[in-house]
């Protein structure tokens, strides 16, 4: 009769001391691969990434469907009037456009210039975004699989969004162009002059701002001036639309203009991306004189 019992409590403690070794095995791996560098453990997060992909690309869609469930059947309409009359504008200029296409290829066929270059986009959804680092990186639901490489540019309809920073076989790793650790090289059409673009942070209060620097202390910037990706580097195409600037102002030093600029992509809801595929260098030309513009912001 009390046997029983005893096995009971034997198999009991031999389940806890199941449970610790466990936890104590599962403590030391743990232990382990934080110490273990980035690259040593990036397989492992790649993978645990993309078996999550999934999961997390249905929680984001449920979040989204149930946000639409709470706006008003009035709003859908307006919706989709807007998108009619935005599909009869597109409409509109492509047909103005195609003439001036075919023109254009003449004129390039008879200078014998090459052809011009052509971007490929891959769409993408959001499906995950740190709180704690909400204007820093996001994470979309294609990889490698879908042609995306490290360091390919990402934006949205209104312009850049940041580039990619770690892809595994099913998703990416975004950085934001609001991150102080973003540097895009940058051009103001208007008075063509050049600077690096770094991000801010996050604001205290308000929307995120990046600072352009090294822009010539000659040129007349002033704020409204809209801001574009250079070309010069191998990340970000030329002629792709950053923001505009909110003030200008001289450096301490007096060797160049500093410039906070409001990015043109809205950061705060983001859905859908798009990745450029094609890297920048195949689309950067070169100037008249062959040569890239100094630090300062002019051409040499």
């Excluded at 989204?64 to 706006?71: H, I, K, R």
């Amino acid at each position: 009769m009390n046997g029983a019992p005893e096995r009971h409590e034997q198999g009991d403690a031999l389940d806890l001391r199941k449970t610790l070794f466990i936890g104590f095995g599962l403590a030391i791996v743990f232990a382990v691969l934080i110490h273990l560098p980035s690259r040593a453990t990036r397989p492992l997060t790649g993978a645990l990434r993309d078996a999550f992909a999934p999961l997390m690309t249905g929680l984001a869609r449920s979040q989204a469907a149930v946000a639409l469930s709470f706006s008003g059947a009035g709003d859908w309409r307006e919706d989709m009037l807007r998108l009619e009359q935005e599909r009869d504008r597109l409409k509109a200029d492509l047909l103005r456009l195609q003439p001036l296409e075919e023109e254009n290829r003449a004129l390039r066929a008879s200078l014998n210039l090459p052809a011009p270059f052509s971007r490929r986009w891959v769409a993408a959804e959001v499906i995950s975004r740190d709180v704690n680092g909400w204007w820093r990186l996001i994470r979309i639901n294609k990889g490698s699989r879908d042609g995306i490489e490290r360091d390919m540019p990402v934006v949205v309809g209104d312009g850049v969004l940041g580039k990619t920073v770690d892809v595994s076989r099913y998703t990416s790793d975004v950085l934001l162009l609001t991150d102080p650790a973003s540097r895009i090289s940058a051009t103001l059409p208007r008075t063509r002059s050049f600077g690096i673009l770094r991000g801010q942070g996050a604001p205290i209060v308000g929307s995120p701002l990046c600072l352009m620097t090294f822009i010539d202390k000659n040129a007349e910037c002033r704020p409204g001036d809209e801001v574009a990706t250079s070309g010069w580097g191998d990340v970000y195409p030329r002629g792709l639309p950053i923001g505009h600037i909110r003030a200008v102002e001289m450096d301490r030093s007096g060797l160049y203009q500093s410039a906070t600029l409001e990015p043109a992509a809205d950061l705060r809801t983001l859905r859908f991306v798009f990745v450029v595929t094609d890297r920048a260098k195949a689309e950067t030309e070169p100037s008249t004189d062959g040569q890239a513009p100094a630090p300062g912001g002019q051409r040499p």
